[in-house]
């Protein structure tokens, strides 16, 4: 079957590899969709972290349907429509670094039973390729820490950023501002549930959301009233500006990666008593993400689709442009 790897630096390839078979505890999924993540970028950035230093299968945001089952397997039987957690300490992480991954048509899921959940009831499993971006977004909410009647800002609308949106307005947040370069995601963000979307290219960021969220006083002047960020640019720079800017008492939640280090002022971490957060993986409950999608119409999100033959093409638009949302890849052609 065809298989996305990483081979080295740079070098991610198509390649012909062997179908996989369950062990006793395992289940194989014929995979529907799989979308390409900003992490999987930094891994090409970074080169294959195999254990055995070999090419480094990628994928971790899968949607598909039971094949085969371990004999021990419970939980699951063939034709069964699912996603798959990929990120567990105890399991290692499908598609970030184990010889599993998501970008081929059949995937191998170890310990079936503990990775495995029923797909979003009434969602195509593309759409349903979403619930691992939507869980991290989710996270990226839940540490923000706030109550609906609090302004927020995402900075950042790729889709983990358009997920953290699409989680706040479902909480009944009334006052959302999405910020982002791209006239694309800015309208993504909009449908998704943002109040408010800014151009920092065009506009005065910090002047828009005092406008919309009002001011806090500081012994620096005044500061939006913005109660949470959202860090979902992985710009290095924005995260130096947010420490610079936000206001008295607000929480700053990093969850894009950032490979360096980050230049933030402890003076006015200090002075303006921010909270600042990491946000990694997912809510303690994995099932929060999927019933999100059940309530709610994401489908927008996904705007790109490539065949895994076309990988090459689909690297290419996120490199060069992200006027896009969810960029997938599916299985049409010869495995």
Request: charged share 20%.
């Amino acid at each position: 079957m065809k298989q996305v790897r990483i081979h080295a630096v740079g070098d991610a390839r198509v390649d012909d590899v062997d179908e996989p078979a369950a062990g006793p505890r395992d289940a194989v999924v014929r995979v529907a969709a799989c979308g390409i993540c900003g992490s999987d970028l930094s891994f090409l950035k970074m080169g294959p972290i195999t254990a055995s230093g070999g090419p480094m299968p990628l994928g971790h945001e899968m949607a598909g349907e039971v094949v085969e089952v371990g004999q021990e397997v419970v939980g699951f039987t063939v034709g069964d429509q699912v996603v798959v957690l990929p990120g567990n300490d105890d399991l290692g992480r499908i598609g970030c670094g184990t010889d599993e991954g998501g970008m081929a048509p059949l995937l191998l899921v170890r310990e079936a039973d503990r990775r495995l959940f029923r797909a979003p009831a009434g969602v195509d499993l593309r759409t349903a390729a979403l619930v691992e971006p939507l869980a991290v977004g989710m996270n990226a909410a839940n540490q923000a820490d706030v109550t609906p009647d609090q302004p927020v800002a995402v900075f950042g609308c790729g889709p983990v950023g358009l997920a953290a949106i699409a989680t706040f307005a479902d909480r009944g947040h009334a006052r959302i501002v999405g910020v982002d370069v791209s006239a694309a995601r800015r309208e993504l963000a909009a449908a998704l549930g943002a109040s408010d979307v800014v151009d920092p290219t065009t506009e005065d960021v910090w002047a828009r959301l005092s406008d919309l969220h009002g001011t806090v006083p500081t012994m620096l002047g005044p500061a939006p009233a913005t109660a949470a960020y959202v860090e979902a640019t992985g710009v290095d720079a924005v995260v130096t500006e947010l420490t610079n800017h936000a206001g008295t008492g607000s929480t700053i939640v990093i969850v894009a990666v950032h490979g360096g280090e980050v230049a933030i002022s402890g003076l006015l971490v200090m002075m303006r008593e921010l909270t600042i957060r990491g946000a990694m993986e997912y809510p303690a409950r994995y099932e929060d993400a999927i019933e999100l999608l059940e309530r709610r119409d994401l489908s927008a999100m996904v705007t790109h689709t490539f065949d895994v033959t076309e990988f090459g093409d689909a690297l290419a638009l996120l490199q060069a442009s992200k006027e896009c949302g969810k960029v997938l890849i599916t299985f049409g052609g010869d495995s």
